[in-house]
């Protein structure tokens, strides 16, 4: 059974950074993409970035130039480096994982439970 589990959340001042991990684990040969989401208190959960097995990837015009997606396939293991945070950065920041394929089979979507990022003003 294939779990998500999303760290390196906390309080950071307006300007500073953070690094979130999301670590998938369980019997796998392979995730396709790979993507953070985040979610404020009153508003729809937003895609911020999303990276595919060979690379490329695609971030939120809200974060691009501050923001930095990666991964390690050899670790099943997802990264955002968020740098100069501002307070609109403020939610619960999301993993998700498309087309995981494992020894059991394929999954096509799947969530970890969140890490909360504050900013503070």
């Known amino acids: 059974q294939v779990q998500l589990v999303e760290s390196g959340g906390g309080l950071v001042e307006t300007g500073g950074s953070l690094r979130l991990s999301c670590a998938a684990s369980g019997s796998i040969f392979s995730i396709n993409t790979m993507a953070w989401y985040r979610q404020a208190p009153g508003k729809q959960r937003e895609l911020v970035a999303s990276i595919i097995r060979r690379g490329s990837t695609n971030y939120a015009d809200s974060v691009k130039g501050r923001f930095t997606i990666s991964r390690d396939d050899t670790e099943n293991t997802m990264y955002l480096q968020m740098n100069n945070l501002k307070p609109e950065d403020t939610a619960v920041y999301y993993c998700?994982?498309?087309?995981?394929?494992?020894?059991?089979?394929?999954?096509?979507?799947?969530w970890g439970q969140g890490t909360q990022v504050t900013v503070s003003s």
């Open positions: 998700n994982a498309d087309r995981i394929f494992g020894p059991w089979g394929t999954m096509y979507d799947s």
